[in-house]
């Protein structure tokens, strides 16, 4: 199993960026996919997650600034985010896990950087 995640790079605060995240070896839309991420110094957090193919969470920082989705043509799970702020600099990373209980997989990290 393996996670592609892509899309991170530098963007002034108010920009926006796409994150994407190809899966191989399982299928994503029956599992619970979701990114997190981890700013220096800071624990890892989750940013937002689908669950079913339809359900969707999101952490307060990033309600109603970001849209998580999946593409099932293509097995891969994205991030819309927009109106980015300073504080959304971190590495981001995408993980997909049969159940909550379970570690799952995770893929590379990709760095969003955000300017002020």
């Known amino acids: 199993v393996q996670l592609q995640a892509c899309g991170g790079g530098l963007v002034q605060a108010g920009g926006s960026l796409r994150l994407s995240c190809v899966a191989s070896g399982i299928k994503l839309s029956p599992w619970i996919v979701g990114w997190y991420r981890q700013a220096p110094g800071a624990q890892r957090e989750m940013v937002a997650s689908?669950?079913?193919?339809?359900?969707?969470l999101y952490a307060d920082s990033v309600k109603g600034r970001s849209t998580i989705g999946i593409d099932t043509s293509q097995n891969m799970v994205w991030l819309q985010m927009n109106s980015l702020k300073p504080e959304d600099t971190a590495v981001y990373y995408c993980?997909?896990?049969?159940?909550?209980?379970?570690?799952?997989?995770w893929g590379q990290g990709t760095q969003v950087t955000v300017s002020s």
């Open positions: 993980n997909a896990r049969p159940a909550t209980y379970l570690p799952g997989y």
């Open positions: 689908i669950s079913g193919g339809a359900n969707t």
